[in-house]
């Protein structure tokens, strides 16, 4: 059987040699080493040994077969090489041919804005604060001094799920949750999706973006909100801005204020974006009113604050000259190019 043994790795090592391609080389391989190999039936006819022969037998088969094996690593590694060369002779790539276009996206109008605008407060000290769109009444309306028999609680105005959970009208109540879990003082903005039973028209849809900004602490006051509203402006929509403040309601802030910034189109002299009145409403604010603090387990008696809500769409179809919201929302891609 030695003998046997050794013609076997004499013939393997020249058919080794002999292969032209790895294709042959995986079948000589086979063919030697392989599960019905003839070094395998070889291991397998061992029984018929005798016990002195069988150790030498053994040992000589796994020193033929390691030195196969190497045999045959050696061999593909040169035929691989050779492939590649013949590969590199034959296949020529024309470097200097135009490629593919390739269309690049870019951010959305709206996320453009919520990112400007947060990338604004956070320089100011705020932290981004967020929370569920599908949301309990408790929060969205209660704990916001806003009582079961008010109008904005109508069914007609909220999209509600069940009579105590709703998807939210916007995004106060993320302020509600942060002032119920963190001492003051508190200094957030709550950007995010929200919803309303609008009908879609040029200036409506159910459902659109806020950014709501809450600040609570010690001798906090209505100046503090003037200051903080005035460099927000003139960041995001021109050194040049100014505000005006008209006085409004809201339930959840008193005294409260609507603000209109100076057209930055046209400077406040009247155009079509401002609609000839050299102004844009842009957002509502005020003073936390002290029953939203009790509410939320802050005495009113310590802490004052201010909190102020706007729509990202208006703020971009501002800064974008858009005058239908649609667009915003449509995905018309040569409207959002742009962009």
């Known amino acids: 059987m030695k003998e046997e043994v050794l013609i076997i790795k004499k013939d393997s090592l020249d058919a080794i040699n002999n292969?032209?391609?790895?294709?042959?080389?995986?079948?000589?391989?086979?063919?030697?080493?392989?599960?019905?190999?003839?070094?395998?039936?070889?291991?397998?006819?061992?029984?018929?040994?005798?016990?002195?022969?069988?150790?030498?037998?053994?040992?000589?088969?796994?020193?033929?077969?390691?030195?196969?094996?190497?045999?045959?690593?050696e061999k593909q590694k040169e035929l691989e090489k050779e492939e590649l060369l013949k590969k590199l002779e034959t296949e020529n790539i024309d470097v200097t041919e135009p490629s593919k276009k390739i269309d690049l996206g870019s951010l959305h109008p709206i996320t453009?804005?919520?990112?400007?605008?947060?990338?604004?407060?956070?320089?100011?000290?705020?932290?981004?604060?967020?929370?569920?769109?599908?949301?309990?009444?408790?929060?969205?309306?209660?704990?916001?001094?806003?009582?079961?028999?008010?109008?904005?609680?109508?069914?007609q105005d909220t999209?509600?799920?069940?009579?105590?959970i709703l998807l939210r009208s916007q995004t106060?109540?993320?302020?509600?949750r942060v002032m119920e879990n963190k001492k003051p003082p508190i200094k957030i903005i709550c950007p995010g999706a929200v919803y309303r039973s609008d009908s879609i028209d040029s200036t409506h849809s159910p459902v659109f973006h806020q950014v709501e900004g809450l600040v609570i602490d010690k001798n906090i006051s209505m100046t503090d909100l003037k200051g903080t509203l005035?460099?927000?402006?003139?960041?995001?929509?021109?050194?040049?801005?100014?505000?005006?403040?008209?006085?409004h309601h809201f339930p959840f802030?008193?005294?409260?204020?609507?603000?209109?910034?100076?057209?930055?189109?046209?400077?406040g002299k009247g155009c079509r974006v401002c609609k000839n009145e050299g102004w844009?409403?842009?957002?509502?604010?005020?003073?936390v009113h002290p029953n939203v603090l009790n509410n939320c387990g802050i005495d009113p008696e310590i802490y004052s604050g201010f909190a102020f809500g706007f729509g990202v769409e208006r703020i971009a179809m501002a800064k974008f000259g858009i005058d239908d919201m649609r667009l915003l929302f449509e995905n018309d891609v040569r409207f959002l190019k742009q962009f």
């Open 19 to 73: 292969c032209k391609t790895i294709q042959e080389l995986n079948e000589c391989k086979v063919k030697y080493l392989g599960k019905k190999g003839e070094l395998t039936t070889v291991l397998r006819g061992m029984g018929k040994l005798s016990p002195e022969e069988r150790p030498v037998i053994g040992s000589l088969v796994n020193e033929v077969r390691d030195e196969l094996n190497k045999a045959f690593d």
């Open 112 to 155: 453009q804005i919520i990112d400007e605008v947060s990338e604004i407060f956070l320089g100011m000290g705020y932290e981004i604060a967020d929370g569920p769109e599908v949301e309990k009444a408790i929060y969205n309306f209660d704990k916001l001094n806003t009582p079961p028999d008010h109008p904005a609680r109508d069914i």
């Open 159 to 164: 999209f509600y799920i069940t009579e105590d």
């Open 172 to 176: 106060s109540p993320v302020q509600a």
């Open 230 to 247: 005035e460099m927000f402006a003139k960041k995001c929509l021109g050194k040049d801005t100014k505000l005006r403040f008209r006085p």
């Open 253 to 267: 802030t008193e005294p409260s204020a609507e603000v209109d910034v100076s057209c930055f189109v046209c400077g």
């Open 280 to 287: 844009i409403e842009l957002l509502g604010c005020g003073m």
